[in-house]
Nanobody
């Protein structure tokens, strides 16, 4: 079973950039859907972005579209979330999560599978703080 390690959070001024990394261990991300979720204080955990390692398709929440980019390395061991033009409202703990993709996952839009309970493997959170 794949284990995940998230890193790259920090403090940045509004308009700045950060790159989060989600590294796999014990296995790779082959045949997985990898997603980034975030949770701000007092709010529910929300999906930010996801990528199908098999199909290379991606999803972005409307709030980050055009500013964030999700990608994976050729070895399929690390998934990145490049975050540009950061805003104070992006402040949250960011988590990466992975799930094995079924055929159904591969033929339906990413939006169908954004419930955190569908992801069985989670990394620890990494805090992103954006100051105004």
């Amino acid at each position: 079973e794949v284990q995940l390690q998230a890193s790259g959070g920090g403090l940045v001024q509004a308009g700045g950039s950060l790159r989060l990394s989600c590294a796999a261990s014990r296995s790779t991300f082959v045949n997985h859907r990898v997603a980034w979720f975030r949770q701000a204080p007092g709010k529910e955990r929300e999906a930010v972005s996801s990528i199908s390692i098999w199909g290379h398709t991606t999803y972005y929440a409307d709030s980050v579209k055009g500013r964030f980019t999700i990608s994976s390395d050729d070895a399929k061991t690390t998934v990145y979330l490049q975050m540009n033009e950061l805003k104070p409202e992006d402040t949250a703990v960011y988590y990466c999560a992975a799930a094995l993709e079924t055929l159904e996952w591969r033929i339906t839009p990413h939006e169908v599978h954004l419930n955190p309970t569908e992801y069985s493997n989670w990394g620890q959170g990494t805090l992103v703080t954006v100051s105004s």
